[in-house]
């Protein structure tokens, strides 16, 4: 025990503090702060920078080569704990401080526990403006660091060292609270890091932030079982509360029992295995066959742990029963609150053991269940021709083929890491989940931020060192944040990445094709704007080598040019102590097409273009399916 008074500065106090931090969910306790990544400059090198390599065997520290990256990486490790650990992050002031703006969002959209920390100006003001500042006449309160409001679910700025102690509290409250966490952003005024106060034993103690499992209200639960009893045609769409929750298991015994299909959303991916008879694999926009037919005719959805996004609901064209009813189980109230549905706030796990426990002897119409069944049948059926087309690899392999390679590659408890691009659609629908603990698919999709891939993937590796981790990420993802590449190989960390060029953005140029703008700005080329004469004979594709680049990062570089030299890649890339990229390039228009399905993606109302017109036409037919779900539950 540590009693009395310990005179620290207020940057040791904090890192001894986070040092000691643990979270406990029935039972098993682990640590919430993991370690500390930075980039250190004015602002964190000398209070913070002091204090972690003062105790940097407390609180392994990790320098990063990008703060966007670096809150990546965090973010990445906290999915894959299933929100039960993270690591902070420390910047300097200024530019390092905004750079962690995005990777903020990210985390706080995902509802994924990091904790910022951020250097600022000083609290004392005496030598202002200093480097770096943003000064604002009117109002001498504000930093840069506002920017973190926002997008931070909880924020403080310490201006005095006492303030450390109730800020520090709050911050692992909201960290460790299921519903509420995301981005926490403590801003450290570079002057109070560095002062000293009288910090009493029991603030540097150990402490166990229990994560408790929120039962539903007993009256929700009952009208949801009642609900369900008189549904003839309900579906499950399983989102990621339910591999949070790891309520997996919980929902197989209630679909084993019950036999109402189970359709999933991009952070539900693989909450049921693949080959059972009732998953139906992806819903919405980038959904297959079998879940979208299933949401359009579906009389009761029941949502479990997902926010109900755009591209989970065909941006509200999925489910077009008229009297189509929603239940929501969410730890959040105002995702349970979506739809105008039933309410049951409360942890997925234990709602689903209690709606299995309340419908007892109950099973959903035989037809129903057969109609799934079948429809599950198809789409296998499907998913196999797309991802075996071209079975003479005659051209460029397909982003299809290269899936299929991943999944087989990755076995049962491999993970896939992906995030923006035409990838993250592909993986949607082709993946064939196999883990039973429903975590070998990692697609960052709240908000799909290219560059996400390796450092979202380092976090992965490092929260589960016994799993083979696939990064797949397109060249221009790549371009975003290659430099995480150095850290995955100073941190000894293997990753297998595979590196998909297509030169340029292969899912945006479809996306504007679509809309009548003929893949305008979507391509790695030559500007042609008209300032710089071409020369009409050479080819337009832009001289970049991002295999080189990778080798050149310290990466293993393997290059790919047909599916057999993949195959052999990815089968080398096994058991390194570093990253290895296999470099591979894709045919950038044979694309996996969509099923049955839309994204409101508005098209110009006026244009003197034909191909615009008619792509307005047909979006203006689309928007007839576009529905506000307003019926009562
Ligand atoms: C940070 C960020 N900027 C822009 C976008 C919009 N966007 C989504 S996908 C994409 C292109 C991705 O290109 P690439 O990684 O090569 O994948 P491809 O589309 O070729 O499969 C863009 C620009 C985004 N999601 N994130
Ligand atoms: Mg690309």
């Known amino acids: 025990m540590v009693s009395g008074m310990t005179r620290l500065t207020m940057a040791q106090a904090l890192v001894r503090f986070l040092a000691v931090q643990a979270t406990e969910r029935d039972g098993r306790r682990e640590r919430l702060i993991n370690g500390c990544f930075g980039i250190f400059g004015h602002g964190n090198v000398a209070g913070l920078g002091q204090a972690l390599h003062q105790y940097r065997d407390l609180l392994p520290y990790h320098p990063a080569r990008n703060e966007q990256g670096m809150v990546h990486i965090a973010a990445g490790y906290a999915r894959q704990r299933n929100r039960l650990g993270t690591f902070a992050c420390t910047t300097s002031v200024g530019p390092g401080a905004t750079n962690m703006v995005t990777g903020a969002a990210l985390a706080t959209i995902n509802r994924l526990p990091v904790l910022l920390l951020p250097g600022d100006t000083f609290a004392t003001r005496t030598p202002h403006p200093v480097l770096q500042q943003l000064e604002v006449p009117h109002d001498a309160t504000v930093s840069v660091n506002d920017c973190f409001r926002p997008v931070s679910r909880f924020y403080e700025r310490i201006e ?98 019950i036999g109402i299909p ?66 929501n189980i969410n730890v959040a109230a105002f995702d349970a609150g979506k739809h105008s549905g039933l309410p049951v706030v409360a942890d997925a796990r234990v709602a689903l053991e209690q709606l299995r426990a309340a419908l007892e002897g109950w099973r959903v119409e035989a037809e129903w269940e057969r109609r799934a069944a079948a429809e599950a049948e198809l789409w296998e059926a499907e998913v196999e021709r797309v991802i075996s087309l071209d079975g003479d690899h005659a051209g460029l392999p397909t982003q299809a083929q290269i899936i299929k390679e991943i999944n087989a590659a990755a076995g049962e408890t491999g993970v896939v890491v992906c995030a923006a691009g035409s990838a993250p659609g592909d993986l949607h629908k082709l993946w064939r989940a196999r883990d039973p603990a429903g975590k070998s698919y990692h697609v960052e999709y709240g908000y799909s931020c290219m560059g996400y891939e390796i450092p979202g993937g380092i976090g992965v590796k490092l929260a589960a060192p016994e799993r083979e981790v696939y990064v797949l990420v397109g060249d221009g993802s790549y371009l975003m944040l290659p430099g995480e590449l150095v850290t995955a190989v100073a941190e000894r960390v293997p990753l297998v990445i595979v590196l998909v060029d297509n030169h340029g953005y292969a899912s945006i140029g479809a996306l504007s094709r679509s809309v009548g703008s003929s893949g305008f700005g979507t391509h790695y080329r030559f500007s042609d704007n008209g300032s710089v004469p071409l020369d009409p004979a050479a080819s337009d594709v832009l001289p970049l080598d991002l295999a080189a680049n990778a080798a050149s990062l310290g990466a293993r570089v393997v290059r790919a040019s047909t599916i057999y030299e993949l195959r052999e890649g990815l089968a080398g890339a096994r058991g390194t102590d570093g990253p290895v990229v296999v470099y591979v390039e894709a045919d950038r228009y044979k694309g996996v097409p969509s099923y049955e399905s839309w994204w409101d993606v508005p098209v110009a109302e006026v244009s003197e273009e034909d191909p615009v017109r008619s792509a307005r036409e047909a979006y203006g037919r689309a928007h007839e399916h576009q529905r506000h779900y307003l019926n009562a539950p």
Request: hydrophobic fraction near 50%; aromatic fraction near 6%; charge should be negative.
């Open 160 to 257: 005095r060292p006492e303030q450390l102690i109730p800020a520090a509290l709050e911050a692992m409250r909201v960290l460790t609270d299921s519903a509420e966490t995301g981005a926490v952003t403590l801003a450290l005024p570079e002057d109070v890091q560095a002062e000293a106060f009288e910090v009493p034993g029991a603030f540097l103690e150990p402490r166990v932030w229990t994560v408790y499992r929120q039962p539903p209200a007993p009256e929700a639960l009952a009208r949801a079982a009642e609900l369900i009893r008189s549904a003839r045609r309900p579906l499950i769409v399983a989102g990621g509360g339910v591999i949070y929750s790891e309520a997996v298991s919980a929902l197989r015994a209630l679909v084993d029992a």
């Open 262 to 327: 189970v359709a999933e959303t991009m952070a539900g991916r693989g909450a049921l295995v693949s080959d059972h008879p009732l998953s139906m694999g992806a819903v919405g926009a980038t959904g297959g066959a079998a879940g979208n037919r299933l949401a359009r005719d579906a009389d009761l959805v029941i949502g479990v742990g997902t926010r109900w996004s755009d591209f989970t609901t065909a941006s509200k064209s999925a489910f077009q029963d008229p009297d189509v009813r929603f239940i």
